[in-house]
Structures are given as C-alpha cells and as structure tokens.
C-alpha cells in the first residue's frame, strides 16, 4: 500500500499550463503560477488553474500544495487523509446515531475502527426496576 505524493512548490513551478491536476475531488486544468498582492495589499502566491465547470480561479499556493495530486485517480482515506490509488481503499459503513454511511478508509491499519471510535453515540439505556423494593 502506497501514498501518493501531493504536489511540491517546486513540482509546481516546473509544471507547464495544461496539465491536469487533482485538487480535493475535481480534476483541473493547471493555468500557471504568479505573485499577486492578496487582499491586504502583500504580495502573495496564487496559482491559477480552470476548473471543470471551465470558470477560471485562483488558489493560494499553501492550500494547492496541501491538497493537490498529478495522480487523477486518488482518493484520500476519511480518516487519516492520505491519498492512495482506489485499490489500496476500502469502503465501509459506518453506523452513526440513526443511520449508517459508507466512507472510504485504508485497506491496511486501523483507520475504520479509529473513526468509528470518533462517532458519538448515546450509551445503551439501562433497564430501571420501576418496583419499589416493598411492592415485591
């Protein structure tokens, strides 16, 4: 079982616009990289890229970097975030309050059970004996 590398800085500077990138769940198309000042007036770096709808935007560079992949068919574990490949995933059902949800988690560790650990649930209702001990 492998992770996937997310995209570097460096990777990103070397990248030429057209190339495909996976960020979070939709793929883009990578348009280039530039400092721009941001809405304080500093100068930040923002990458461009088009997304699949074909509206332009921009991203600053740190969240591209943290959540961006050129691995088109990653997926990230529910649990821990990493990006694996599909076969390297899992999908399990999770059972909340009232109803249940399937996730997709890690097909090694123990990524389910830490989850399902994470999901809040009243305890069990303890029967009360509603006789009062002289009625018996």
Known sequence: MKTIQKVSKERLAQMLPGALLKLGNQIVTFDGCNTE??????????????DSQGVQRRFDIGTVIQSATEHLDAEACDYCGKLRLPE??????IQFYKHSELHTFCHEGNCVALYQSTVGRPRASVTVNRRASWAK
Do not use: G, I, M, Q
């Open 37 to 50: 000042p941001d809405y304080k007036n500093r100068p930040a770096e923002f990458v461009h890229y088009t």
């Open 88 to 93: 390297d995933l899992k999908k399990v059902s």
